[in-house]
DNA sequence: CAAAAACATGTAATTAATTACATGTTCATA
DNA sequence: TATGAACATGTAATTAATTACATGTTTTTG
């Protein structure tokens, strides 16, 4: 992809909440925002490297045990300004959603098609397994509905709750009419 | 993104409906399968030359007009093999999903945050005309529900009109919490 | 009939993102 | 105390995808 590189908004937004390491935020993007915005820590790093460079970001070294050395980031009043103006801006930038096996069932015609059982059944399992994690989640994280001072994490928490249910019954549905 | 090339499968699978040009396909991009993949004609015209080099496909010129020229392109045994093959392996899927707007609010932390209002009525005018205009879709090529000889292209733009009705639902459900 | 929109096909430059490479430390547990 | 999992940080190579460059034809419409 060719975007407008979010990722660097997305790093600065994890940061401006606490001070964070390469590695924590790594691991929000693999839990928290992972089903909204995904990056390895090959792209993590460098992202850090430019974004301090900038003056976006500063750090601090740590010292964890006997010589573990860990960068821990902080935002600059600049990195801040550069954040609430990308929250500010009109979100016009509509990201594509890919699905692969939303496109092999475009290429399976018949409805008596023998393929079709399996497939749907096989994402189904995937899906109600995701589904019940996400709910866990939910009600771990906010066991007395949206909590007002966490109110954007309930938000996308509970969009993907309600996104993951809808694929789950698209699928169940599809299942009912073959 | 670095992926398993699943461009390639896709352009089979359109090209096994019925032989199409690049310009054809393009035009499947933006329109049929958009909602769950897309690729612009600068990504679309070299893959078809590298298919075709791999003999998954063979061209005729076609002549519009007075000496328009293009290719019309059609798959070959080899590439339905490869299509079926795509088709029947699992999909082991992480669904790609990257969403910008719900990263803004993921930043947004007080439910009584002074921009959530602008945010979200912003995104819901425009999640309310993609939605009418999946739900046309729908009626104008499903006038009668399930059409058991185009089943695939059914269930999924029945799937992006309940995903877009999520969409909807969940935005004017934030807004009745604040 | 002129202009604009749509048709039509390609390549080049750049950016985004994944996989693989590379190295070392700390903690839990068997 | 060895072993493996998790912690921790980076770079290199490669692939995917977008934007921009480049050119020309046909059809529609005012």
Redesign the interface.
């Known amino acids: 992809?060719a975007q407008k590189n979010?990722l660097q908004?997305?790093i600065l937004?994890l940061i401006?909440?606490h001070p964070q390491t390469g590695y924590e935020l790594t691991k929000s993007f693999d839990n928290?925002?992972g089903?909204?915005?995904?990056a390895k820590h090959s792209q993590i790093y460098p992202q850090l490297k430019t974004l301090e460079e900038k003056q976006y970001l500063t750090h601090t070294m740590e010292v964890s045990g006997e010589k573990l050395e860990r960068k821990r980031y902080s935002i600059t009043p600049a990195g801040q300004h550069l954040?609430t103006a990308?929250?500010?801006e009109?979100?016009i930038?509509?990201?594509?959603?890919?699905?692969?096996?939303?496109?092999?069932?475009?290429?399976?015609?018949?409805?008596?098609?023998p393929?079709?059982t399996t497939?749907l059944e096989?994402?189904l399992q995937?899906h109600t397994e995701k589904l019940t994690h996400l709910k866990n989640q939910l009600s771990k994280k906010f066991p007395d509905g949206?909590d007002?001072?966490?109110?954007?994490?309930y938000?996308?928490l509970?969009?993907a709750v309600?996104?993951e249910?809808?694929?789950y019954?698209?699928l169940n549905?599809?299942l009912k009419?073959?």
Chains 1, 2 share one sequence.
Do not use: C
């Not at 089903?35 to 995904?38: I, L, P, Q, T, V």
């Not at 007002?148 to 994490?153: D, E, L, M, T, W």
């Open positions: 992809m979010i908004f997305i937004g401006n909440d928290d925002i089903e909204f915005w995904s954040l990308w929250i500010a009109p979100t930038n509509q990201t594509n959603g890919k699905d692969e096996f939303v496109l092999k069932l475009y290429f399976i015609h018949d409805q008596t098609d393929r079709l497939m096989e994402q995937y949206g007002p001072a966490n109110f954007g994490h938000l996308i509970s969009h309600s996104r249910t809808e694929y019954d698209w549905d599809a009419q073959i």
